[in-house]
Every structure is written in C-alpha cells, then in structure tokens.
C-alpha cells in the first residue's frame, strides 16, 4: 500500500538522473587514468598477467577521482 511504482517516460534521464548526464563520463575517466597507470607498474602474477590492485586501492582511487571533478561541473549537471 505504501509503495507505489511509477513509470518515468523514455527521454528523462537527463533530468531525472543527472549525474548521468555528465559526472560519469568524466569521473570514469579520471578513474581509468589511475587504472592505467597501475598497470604500468603492477607486479606480474604466476600466470604473467598484472595482479588486480587490492580494493583498498581501488576505494583510493575513487576518493582521488572524485576529488578531481570540479564542483562547478557537479553544479552543472544538476542544474
């Protein structure tokens, strides 16, 4: 009863998911350049392929990624 579903029509996810619309891109950008730069350097596993970077890792570089996208763009995307 308290939970109702609503349809949201094709074409809204600019104004209904913002951060679609322009965060992510520049965000998932920010986040391969770390990535990349990783596997310059990772060690190599038994099986000669770059060991994965620990999740430790991983959360540091979404902190550092984030902190990267200017808060006029996260403004932006929402206005």
């Given at each position: 009863?308290?939970?109702?579903?609503?349809?949201?029509?094709?074409?809204?996810?600019?104004?209904?998911?913002?951060?679609?619309?322009?965060?992510?891109?520049?965000?998932?950008?920010?986040?391969?350049?770390?990535?990349?730069?990783?596997?310059?350097?990772?060690?190599?596993?038994?099986?000669?392929?770059?060991?994965?970077?620990?999740?430790?890792?991983?959360?540091?570089?979404?902190?550092?990624?984030?902190?990267?996208?200017?808060s006029?763009?996260?403004?932006?995307?929402?206005?």
């Open positions: 009863p308290f939970f109702h579903p609503e349809i949201i029509p094709g074409g809204l996810t600019p104004v209904a998911q913002p951060l679609d619309k322009v965060i992510n891109k520049v965000f998932k950008a920010y986040f391969r350049d770390l990535y990349d730069l990783y596997i310059l350097s990772a060690p190599i596993s038994n099986t000669g392929n770059p060991e994965a970077p620990s999740r430790q890792l991983l959360a540091t570089w979404v902190v550092q990624a984030w902190d990267k996208i200017p006029e763009l996260v403004w932006k995307s929402c206005t």
